[in-house]
């Protein structure tokens, strides 16, 4: 009895730190603060459990479909503490939103049965996933339309065609269901890598004009708000929105970003950045201030 209740007010007390910690706040969400807290305690002291799985359990009760990206860190947590039930547990639900079990197996460790796990995926596959199915279908057709439009040179009339008419088909979604089509619409959330995101949804978005990016950020914003997209990957478009912004405001002279995304292989920025600011930015909507590469 004394034990659950020195666990509750742990908790309780991490529940605190995550809300209040970050001053100057623009986009409140407890599971974002605690996930990003606890993969950043993580990189510097993988050994910390209780203070990492405290802020996780706080986060996850603030969700009830995490974001794929936290998912694939749970996944790393438990394959570094060779806990077998639960990356599988984890496994089954990276799966279900649409992640391929390639990415799944690459990081399992060796005391961790591939066999067990392959068995176990058959038996946990969600099968009746069948939330919104045409939602799902046409963002995967834009998916693979973005694809296939990357073929074609920048100025070609037939990429600039499909990039319009993706936004377009967003356009419409977002107009009818007032909202981003996020995790807690479709079921489903395919983007888990930070610096490759090639294979994420997010990457046909990175092909839309400034003023196309500009109409879907007020419904990103409150994606981000609500758990349905993760900080990264907000931050990756308004960055690159923000650089082409920068960029045609003075007539390329300067272009800027705004949370320091985009960095070279050796982690320098880059286009120009105020790093007092933009670090008091990525606070702010919850990612690391220290540029930690949490993939």
Known sequence: MIGILFLSLILISNKLICQNDFSDQQIK?????????????????PDSIFIIDSLIQVALAESVTPLSTDLYFLLKV???RCDEKNFCNVASQLINNGVSRVDIIKIRP??????????????KINTNNNQNVVLKETLDQIQRDDKYSQFFLVSNK???????????????IVKQLNKWPGIS???????????????????????????QIEFLLPFLEDALKNNDISPYHYARIFD???????????MGRKPEQYYGIYRSRNGKSVFP???DRVKKRRVAICLSADFINFD
């Open 110 to 123: 060796s005391c961790i049965s591939k066999r067990k796990i392959k068995t176990f995926l058959k038996q």
């Open 273 to 275: 950045v105020n790093m």
């Open 240 to 250: 690159y929105y923000y650089i082409k912004k920068t960029t045609i405001a003075t």
């Open 29 to 45: 969400s407890t599971y974002h603060e605690c996930f990003t807290k606890a993969k950043e305690i993580y990189f510097t002291s």
């Open 158 to 172: 037939k990429r600039e065609q499909i990039n319009n008419n993706n936004f377009e088909k967003i356009r419409i």
């Open 78 to 80: 438990f394959a570094y």
């Open 185 to 211: 619409v479709t079921g489903r959330d395919q983007n888990i890598n930070h610096r490759d995101i090639s294979d994420g949804f997010v990457h046909s978005l990175l092909h839309f004009t400034t003023d």
